[in-house]
């Protein structure tokens, strides 16, 4: 079954150290293209991350973001005082103090609400990668339920097209005897009009050169087999999103060269109804990973 490149996953944990979350959004691209956002006491976790990134998607732009909220003195987690900062600030407030006489003292909590003076710090950081890794599967199966679930929808629509694209060619190939005898038909009435002579052999020649002008079977016979490739590809459990473009554009191929063989209103209809059945899968699959 076909995957969309396309989907959203979210997740949440709540543990003794804090509280983490955790984003993932896909969409379509080229390639694999992988973004982090992690907090700075994550980052030495990015590589692994990437790995199972790699792991688990095969194309797509995908965006990680992680926010992650340490809660002090729980299990796992701790305040750290800044010493040096602390200290620069206390002789910045007792420069300022000596030129106001009159100043109010500055209370330890004033130091301490001052920003970097007080960090949380992990204690128990191999919990913690623990807990972010789990987390990350979790979004992983989330995110890809949903690329399943709209794959299966895109392969319905891609498989709907197939079916009508199959119609049209039925239809242009029982269309084809009328057309050539209605051409036989125009030419001989055209020869009849001109009172000439004409020499019988060269004109059956005129009618085999423009049956061959007229011949598409092989463009049809070519239409018929893209289709069952695309059929195959659909049914493979694996990325298939690129195979699926190049067979989109042979097929876009083979139906510009029947509407340019078309010498029939109808002919010209049912090639341009192909045209645009391809062109909407066409678009389907540039979503397909």
Known sequence: MIKSMTAFARRESHAGWGDLSMELRAVNHRFLDLGLRLPEELRCMEGMMRERLV???????????????????????????????????????????????????????????????????????ERLQRDVLALLDACLEELNAMRLREGAQIQRLIEQRCTALCERVAAVRARLPEVLAHQRERLRSRVAELQVEVDAERFEQELAYLAQK?????????????????????????????????????????????????????????????????????????NVE
Not at 71 to 81: E, F, K, V
Not at 97 to 102: G, H, I, V, Y
Not at 231 to 255: S, W
């Open 214 to 286: 007229l011949d598409v079977e092989e463009e049809l016979d070519r239409i018929e087999l893209h289709v069952v490739e695309v059929r195959r590809a659909l049914a493979r459990d694996e990325p298939v999103g690129r195979r699926l473009d190049f067979l989109m554009q042979e097929l876009h191929r083979e139906a510009n060269t029947l509407a340019s063989k078309s010498m029939d209103a109808r002919l010209t209809q049912a090639a341009v109804d192909m045209k645009v059945l391809i062109e909407q899968m066409r678009e389907q699959v540039q």
């Open 55 to 125: 792991a688990c998607l095969g194309r797509g732009k995908v965006e990680c973001t992680v926010r992650l909220r340490l809660r002090p003195g729980g299990d796992g987690a701790d305040l750290q005082l800044d010493e040096a900062l602390a200290g620069a600030l206390l002789a910045a407030c007792e420069l300022v103090a000596a030129r106001l006489p009159r100043a109010a003292p500055v209370s330890p909590l004033e130091v301490l609400q001052w920003p970097g003076v007080v960090a949380a710090v992990v204690t128990d950081s």
